[in-house]
């Protein structure tokens, strides 16, 4: 969120009582110059920010003289910044001949990374640190995403005979019965694509595979659909499981009929009307509309990525391969935001057919959705390389679960597949994921952690683990270096005879 300069002292000291944060910094004087602009830096690759010189770590405003040279230095160390940048810098008095300077950076998508002296930074919390470089890599190919994206891309071998027809003339229907194709088309399979921009200069442009293609394999194992109703809490069992490859509009609709078929339709008796009133456990609108984000948000060039649909006793997860777009962050995502668009050629057609606003309001419209039925607002996070969006209900039995009783329409809940978030009193859900993620191949912790949906290896994961190898249900890959970094964790032969027990004793 990009601070307002304050143009007078009530407007300062509302800032520095804010205190020190992911947008706000505080700098004794321009003699921390170099760190400021680093800061600058940091901002610029975020959210945007402010510096303020001449103000204690306190908060306490005590200011400093502003010379004509100190403004010239503020100017040239401003030109260090590559790409170049405009930065907003107003002084505020404070008493005589003292001031603070206040050096506002607007964070603008697209236009970064950002670096100051050779070198990019990102701020995590109120600390400012030096970009990891796979991330400042990554940021360079989002820059670059405005013209060179996977989507745009022509593919390699595709002719129209790879093309469903009657998909493309389907979508082309809905979007003129929105009124979003007003203008003929004609009836040419090639001038429809031409139309709709999936062909350029005759070449079939790779949104046409995911939107309108026949044969996904081997070329597109990306264009998958991954479904799942688990027993109880975890993914230890599964009681209806699907894998559908085809058209993003096919796998929609593949995953609201999946949703029909195992979300229970609560219903109760209303004095004086003979039938009773049926509700939906989520939403309908609501949970397309989150469906709907996962295919055209999610990062395609993960040849290896997928949607997935896991529902569980008390959620619901939607999990997209690749992590929100570079600028928005999950807690945006219930709150005013602009609206970034990894796929923006995906995302029209979509738009087309009248699944989408493209205006950012999406998620808004969802919470509120959420909010209007009695559900609490569903949960946006990322899990490693990936997006997961949690609806906290109980499908057991068709309410909300007990759990969210109390808590304000909107409160942030981790989602209990991450089993960090999961208080230290009860571990045995967690228990029962790494023994069921372990039972097929040895694991890395690190591996594991992933798995598991957590962002990084967790206090409780490591106390879980160190648990079973003393309980002799899990045991070392390389027992005599429980250090190395090769090491993996496997199932013991007395955990896979627990487990093959209770599963042949399960009814």
Excluded at 61 to 76: F, K, Y
Excluded at 111 to 136: C, D, L, N
Excluded at 195 to 204: F, M, N, S
Excluded at 425 to 442: I, W
Aim: aromatic share 6%.
């Amino acid at each position: 969120m990009m601070l307002k300069a304050p143009a007078h002292t009530k407007e300062l000291a509302r800032l520095l009582g804010q205190g020190e944060g992911a947008t706000l910094e505080f700098k004794s004087s321009t003699g921390a110059l170099k760190e400021g602009m680093q800061t600058i830096c940091a901002f610029l690759n975020g959210s945007g920010g402010a510096v303020l010189f001449g103000v204690r770590p306190n908060g306490v405003a005590a200011g400093q003289e502003v010379s004509d040279q100190t403004l010239r230095d503020i100017a040239q160390a401003a030109d260090r910044f590559e790409p170049p940048t405009h930065l907003s810098i107003r002084r505020a008095k404070v008493k005589m001949g003292h001031e603070v300077i206040v050096v506002t950076a607007e964070a603008v998508p697209g236009t970064g990374p950002f670096t100051y002296e050779g070198r990019a930074y990102e701020r995590v919390g109120s600390t400012t640190r030096r970009m990891p470089q796979a991330k400042y890599e990554r940021l360079l190919l989002d820059r670059a995403h405005g013209t060179r994206r996977w989507e745009n891309e022509p593919t390699d071998g595709v002719s129209i005979r790879d093309i469903d027809r009657a998909e493309v003339f389907r979508i082309v229907e809905a979007a003129r019965a929105k009124g979003h194709l007003v203008e003929s088309v004609g009836s040419r399979l090639p001038g429809v694509l031409d139309r709709l921009d999936v062909r350029r200069d005759g070449r079939i442009l790779q949104a046409a595979v995911v939107l309108f293609g026949k044969k996904f394999m081997p070329d597109y194992p990306q264009c998958e659909l991954r479904m799942a109703r688990f027993r109880g809490l975890d993914k230890t069992e599964f009681l209806d499981q699907r894998n559908v490859r085809g058209p993003a509009f096919k796998l929609l609709e593949e995953a609201e009929f999946f949703c029909q078929r195992h979300f229970p339709l609560p219903g109760k008796v209303v004095p004086g009307k003979l039938q009773r009133e049926d509700t939906p456990l989520i939403p309908p609108d609501a949970m397309r509309e989150i469906l709907v984000n996962a295919l055209i948000h999610r990062d395609y060039s993960i040849a290896g990525g997928a949607v997935s649909l896991a529902i569980f006793d008390d959620r619901v997860e939607v999990w997209s391969a690749g992590r929100f777009p570079t600028g928005i962050t999950p807690e945006m995502l219930t709150r005013e935001h602009l609206s970034v668009l990894r796929n923006p050629i995906i995302a029209g057609i979509f738009h087309r057919a009248g699944l989408i606003e493209q205006w950012g309001r999406g998620t808004n419209r969802v919470a509120d959705m959420c909010r209007a039925a009695g559900i609490a607002a569903p949960i946006f996070q990322e899990a490693g390389p990936f997006a997961v969006v949690t609806f906290r209900v109980n499908v057991a039995s068709g309410v909300a679960p007990p759990e969210t009783a109390g808590v304000e329409p909107g409160a942030r809940r981790q989602p209990e597949s991450q089993p960090e978030s999961q208080p230290e009193s009860q571990p045995e859900s967690l228990r029962q994921q790494v023994l069921a993620a372990l039972r097929h191949e040895p694991l890395q912790k690190a591996v594991l952690s992933a798995q598991l949906g957590q962002r990084e290896v967790s206090g409780q994961l490591n106390k879980v683990v160190r648990q079973l190898i003393r309980e002799g249900l899990v045991e070392y890959t390389l027992p005599d270096k429980p250090n190395s970094r090769l090491q993996k964790y496997r199932l013991t032969e007395k955990s896979r005879r627990t487990l093959s027990k209770q599963k042949g004793g399960a009814t």
